[in-house]
């Protein structure tokens, strides 16, 4: 049952909930409403200097990094998902769930312990010049670390689980007898791969790509590390070095396009496919045991992407977070993840109260408008953090000065600016940008409850809010605590928005963690860049848990 399905409880009272649903969905659509508008009516148009100056080179730049991405996350993503589900070799048990953790660590945190390892100064290049007794960068050609190559690299190695956990569930939900016919005619390892596997996974495969390059084009930490200019990029740079709102606007207009030009892409690649399964309970695939030196090298296979995406930058931190102890009791680290705690967890919080109640409420009414807005509040996801800040922080900081005016002209006390001032720019912001991680849960929960049961309680006189309480609620709330979680993760991890809306000398870990590592210095980064990983971790294992659960 999905949200726009009935649930037998609709009344009279149910516009309550119908109206409270628009609203809801009116403030999570509100910043990509005023990205549109003010890309369309800045108050300097600067497009003309854009496009022949700075734009094709943002542009050229994203397209690099996304199609990059793609196919790497695709390629790991997939052909580690084939060889667990395919095959047993040492290890295979562990790597299965080992594979998942580069979720639980930011691409940039990522991006600053591959620097460090393979920069000039780091472990590689001194054991090189050690080995061979090179003294100079004049004696020995090392490609320049800080490029685009390194920046694929590094979002490949953090984004590939999406690719890999959608792909794993594809290739073990196919029936092991579709195989075992292919085998039959012959066809090889190789050929079960591309003849029958990759065919029947290949949306799921497209899916996980599709959301690696909106995850790419959303990014701000990677590339503004690495120095590679994008649109997200350009957002920054032409709106808090150029002074020019408008022109921030348009970039961000170009983006929010980019990532749903992405989104119909990759929506119209599975249009005209058509994926069945049999009605009958499908064969389980037998896999097959790998011995000697061909299960070592599949091991190594999928234990290389773990050690680029999570061995690597937790290692490197820790080393630094180790070496370092008086970094913990540095100025600001404990502020910072006190506002981290604050935004994060008020962030999950109301969001996840939002989420509940305009699903509640959608299902509780028959009307169009709410069952038409529910699907549109997913798009706030897909919006980079740098958009979403384009569209609260402008049109915000107009109504926090007419609100200061209206203080101070009925009171005589000048209040300040009291919403771009304080932390609520930024949780609006989390709210918004993660408003379909809570929707989904959500929705999924109570799809999952029999009508039957609150049409009993509403049939024994209780409202439509006690069936919430009473029935709904003790019922999905290990669905609700882990899209608080997932809500709150996500809100940590947050750097571009973060950093656009938040009021001065407001810092949280990352934003911490960026400035530190922005000016090299890793050894003050690494106490708030482990918490951020910590937080990521937990998660991350709640995820494998749950997925373990349905599995059982």
Known sequence: MTAGSGTGLRTSGSGIWSVGAALIAAVVLAPLVAVVWLALNPTENIWPHLISTTLPRYFGNTAYLAAGVAVLTAAIGAGSAWLISMYRFPFSGWLEWLLLLPLAIPAYVTAYALVDFLDYSGPVQGALREAFGWTSARDYWFPEVRARWAAVLVLAASLYPYVYLLARSAFREQSGGSYEVARALGAGPVGLFLRVGLPLARPAIAAGAAIAMMETVADFGVVDYFGVQTLTTGIFTTWLEAGNAGGAAQIAGVVLTVIMVLLALEKRSR?????????????????????????????????APFTMGFVLPVSVISAYAWSNPEAWFGPGLSRALVHTLVTGGAAAVLTVLA??????????????????????????YAAPGAVLAVGILIPLAAIDHRLADAILALTGTDPGLLLTGSAFAIILAYVVRFFALAQSAADSAFGRISPSLPMAARSLGRTAGGALREVYMPLIRGSVASAVLMVFVESVKELPATMLLRPFNYET????????????????????????????LIATMVLARANLTRRR
Request: net charge positive; charged share 15%.
């Open 271 to 303: 249009r005209h496919s058509r994926y069945y399964q049999s009605a009958r309970q499908p064969r389980p695939i037998n896999r097959t045991e790998l011995h000697g030196a061909t299960g070592w090298v599949a091991t190594g296979l999928c234990l």
């Open 355 to 380: 989420a509940l109640f305009m699903v509640y409420g959608v299902r509780m009414t028959g009307r169009r408008l709410p069952r038409t807005l529910l699907p549109l509040t997913a798009v706030g």
């Open 509 to 536: 870990l990352a934003t911490r963690v960026h400035e530190k590592a922005s000016l090299e210095n890793l050894g003050d980064a690494a106490p708030a860049a482990l918490l951020v990983m910590l937080v990521g």
